[in-house]
């Protein structure tokens, strides 16, 4: 296959994704029962007639399908709407959270990253032994842990000593840039440690698998007859060709962290786009939860999209 169909043809297929989820974004949140209104019914003193003029303000009073022409022309302006809650731009109230999310989920996943695939390779070089069996199961441990779970336990065991929530200590009062990155940091260790350790459980477990396929092959057999030390033979020879379900684990990492992760987030206090969605399903805030979504969805599909063309790149069997 040439290297334009190829490109051509996952592109198209990325599109073609974002559209079918954009349309499935729209359709899923009005499924569920109520409306952003609909908790005035409680409300002393809401009357019909509020309710009603809001559900205009809204949108809500439209036909279904009216209601998804007018979001599909909106998203073709660049425009996510308007917060039913805040009255505030989705976008900006989505950059604020993603500004938050970001570096949170980003430590956690790199040091997924490197010590995971560490200790899979340490795995695989020294398998059958001690080092192979306590790795693989220190692994299946941490990935079968739940999320919310691993947190609370984390919040008990450093009680007093980190930041059990929030992004930022109220009462550091006129921080000089550097106590506020610092004190940032601080908060943000919990999180990201948390996250870190049940994505460090999967990235050991694969590279594991994949080293282990790929130093059965013949050519690291020839490559051991040849002499080369089993320094070079696992770092420049086994490792280069086990990146093919590494690169897609990493691609499927990256495209979360835009979502970061809701649990982790109401665990920890932390003001970032799980914590966003949370409340926005609390309100029915249609135009927030099809922002953050439609955030996950391109995220996902553009790191998945990125790892096809490494595939292209990595595999010389893609492109014959």
Do not use: C
Not at 123 to 138: M, P
Not at 189 to 194: D, F, V
């Amino acid at each position: 296959m040439r290297g334009a169909d190829y490109v051509i043809k996952r592109t198209i297929f990325a599109v073609v994704t974002v559209f079918v989820a954009l349309t499935i974004n729209f359709i899923i949140f009005r499924a569920a029962p109520g409306s952003a209104v609909s908790n005035l019914a409680r409300v002393p003193g809401a009357t019909h007639a509020l309710r009603a003029e809001l559900e205009h303000e809204f949108g809500l009073d439209k036909p279904k399908l009216q209601q998804y022409f007018i979001y599909l022309g909106q998203l073709a302006h660049g425009n996510l709407g308007v917060s039913f809650a805040s009255q505030q731009p989705v976008s900006h109230e989505l950059l604020q959270a993603l500004g938050n999310t970001i570096p949170m989920v980003l430590l956690g996943t790199l040091f997924a990253i490197g010590f995971g695939t560490f200790t899979g390779i340490l795995a695989a070089y020294r398998r059958g032994t001690a080092v192979d069996k306590a790795s693989v199961s220190t692994g299946l441990f941490f990935y079968s842990l739940p999320t919310q779970w691993l947190g609370l336990m984390l919040l008990l065991i450093f009680a007093g000593t980190l930041p059990s929530g929030g992004r930022v200590d109220a009462f550091l009062f006129n921080p000089t840039p550097l106590q506020h990155i610092l004190d940032v940091l601080k908060h943000m260790l919990l999180p990201s440690l948390t996250l870190g350790l049940v994505l460090y459980g999967e990235y050991t477990l694969i590279t594991r698998s994949a080293m282990l396929e790929t130093l059965g092959e013949d050519y690291i057999l020839t490559a051991r007859a040849k002499g080369l030390s089993d320094r070079r033979i696992v770092t420049r020879h086994a490792f280069r060709n086990a990146m093919l379900p590494i690169t897609t684990l990493i691609a499927l990492s990256l495209g979360y962290i835009v979502a970061g992760s809701i649990l982790i987030e109401r665990v920890f206090s932390w003001p970032g786009i799980g914590q966003a969605v949370y409340y926005s399903v609390q309100n029915r805030d249609y135009p927030m939860l099809q922002g953050a979504f439609l955030l996950l969805t391109l995220s996902v599909v553009f790191f998945n999209y990125v790892a096809d063309l490494l595939y292209f790149k990595l595999d010389p069997r893609i492109r014959e």
